[in-house]
């Protein structure tokens, strides 16, 4: 027997939230790909010599304003929406659903770390650096502490993309296969033991981020080896290899546990 159906009914409004939470998704990680495989790579190339500072200080004034104005809305409307999914919808978490709920709680996890390192990171520190590119342009004296600003914005900024692969892997997984993992019999000691791993991960990496580790900022040491290196190789790979390390995990840990 079919069900009358209408997007006005509380399937259809947490549908709606869906689409729009995937729309705001896709502009925003399609900016950050920007940002890190190709801005940062081509800013680099105008060197630091020649007309090539006042070439990067006018596409960082004209260009990079406008796209973090995108880039930093497209955060919050994506997170927003994530929110809202979860409200509109009835009974989201489910007590028989362990693997849907393990799943789309670590993928909220990243994407609410992602979203802060955004506002309270990227964006914060961003604005030092474009306060600074139009300043030189007009003649002014160059802020000694824009390059550390920059520094900051750029280890959060290469953070979220190795958090983002993981994060759109478990927003997949979720609605595809996530509940095949625990079953409704679940063990709560293996889903404790992932959460104690993944918190652990997770943590680690967003505290080396924020330069609290004791090589703090500095290029190609410690863990902040991940940012660095030859063009965006490092991060790509540790990206994927995060990304294998949580697949692992739920294949070692919660498949049929």
């Known amino acids: 027997m079919l069900v009358a159906a209408s997007f006005f009914s509380r399937n259809g409004i947490a549908f709606g939230f869906r689409w729009l939470h995937i729309v705001a998704g896709v502009m925003w990680i399609g900016l950050l790909y920007y940002f890190n495989f190709v801005q940062v790579p081509a800013f680099a190339a105008y060197g630091n010599d020649g007309d090539g500072p006042k070439a990067r200080n006018i596409a960082l004034n004209v260009l ?6 995108y880039f930093r ?3 919050i409307s994506t997170f927003v929406t994530g929110i809202l999914i979860v409200g509109a919808q009835k009974q989201y978490f489910s007590s028989s659903a362990k693997g849907h709920n393990a799943s789309i709680l670590t993928g909220m996890l990243l994407g609410t770390i992602m979203m802060l390192n955004v506002w309270g ?7 030092t650096v474009l306060a600074n590119a139009a300043n ?4 002014q004296a160059a802020d ?3 390059p550390a600003a920059g520094r900051r914005a750029f280890m959060a900024s290469r953070q979220n993309t190795i958090f983002s692969v993981a994060m759109i ?8 296969f996530a509940d095949s993992y625990l079953g409704k019999n679940g063990n709560l000691k293996n889903l404790a033991l992932y959460w104690i791993i993944t918190l652990v991960i997770i943590a680690v990496l967003e505290v080396n981020a924020l330069g609290l580790m004791p090589w703090k900022f500095e290029p190609n040491k410690g863990l902040n080896k991940i940012y660095d290196g030859k063009g965006v190789q490092n991060p790509i790979i540790a990206a994927f290899g995060l990304w294998l390390i949580f697949l692992l995990l739920w294949e070692i840990v919660l498949q049929n546990s």
Request: glycine share 6%; no cysteine.
């Open 64 to 69: 990079a304003r406008k796209a973090l104005w």
């Open 73 to 75: 809305w497209a955060a």
């Open 121 to 127: 990171v990227i964006w914060r520190n961003q604005k």
């Open 136 to 139: 030189v342009l007009a003649g």
């Open 144 to 146: 000694p502490g824009a």
């Open 169 to 176: 892997w478990f927003m997949t997984l979720t609605s595809h």
